[in-house]
């Protein structure tokens, strides 16, 4: 029996957590009366110049204070949670297949759990699925995926050197 990766139960998690965020109605994952009492929102007045249109006007007008921040929180969210799908999914990926598949076969990957989570949603009480939300959901996995790869192959070309060094150095060491 082979050994699940880190990356692994990472899928797994992130999966569950998608699974049970996208099953609970808006009202129930509203963070908007919490940052309203915890948090002093005057500065969001300075924002008021912010206004742009994403399932509706989003803007300090239209949402109020707390609405305002808690969208960008909630989008942070999408992009955070994708980016750590797209780690883990390249990293389960590239021990199977070349780079280049590997990077193909984890962003399709992601991209389908995406539509699924927005799906999901749809058949979900008082929430939306949003085609907006997949492809900021793609831009994270995306995110994730490169910044994978940049430490992977840091790490590839540290190793490399550090074995020709000691190649070189068994070489002339007599």
Excluded: N
Aim: hydrophobic share 45%; aromatic share 12%.
């Amino acid at each position: 029996m082979k050994k699940i990766t880190w990356s692994g139960y990472v899928v797994i998690a992130v999966l569950l957590v998608l699974f049970i965020s996208s099953s609970m109605p808006y009202q129930a994952q509203s963070i908007k009366p919490g940052l309203s009492r915890y948090i002093p929102l005057g500065f969001v007045d300075h924002l008021r110049f912010i206004s742009f249109s994403y399932h509706g006007e989003v803007s300090v007008d239209a949402l109020g204070r707390s609405g305002f921040i808690e969208f960008f929180i909630r989008k942070a969210a999408h992009v955070s949670t994708f980016l750590v799908l797209g780690v883990a999914l390249i990293d389960l990926t590239r021990r199977r297949l070349t780079t280049g598949l590997a990077v193909l076969f984890a962003y399709s990957l992601a991209i389908m759990v995406a539509v699924f989570d927005e799906f999901h949603q749809i058949l979900t009480g008082d929430r939306t699925g949003l085609i907006q939300d997949v492809l900021l959901d793609g831009t994270g996995a995306l995110i994730g995926i490169g910044c994978y790869l940049l430490v992977y192959r840091k790490k590839v070309r540290r190793q490399a050197g550090s074995l020709s060094f000691r190649h070189e150095k068994r070489r002339h060491h007599f």
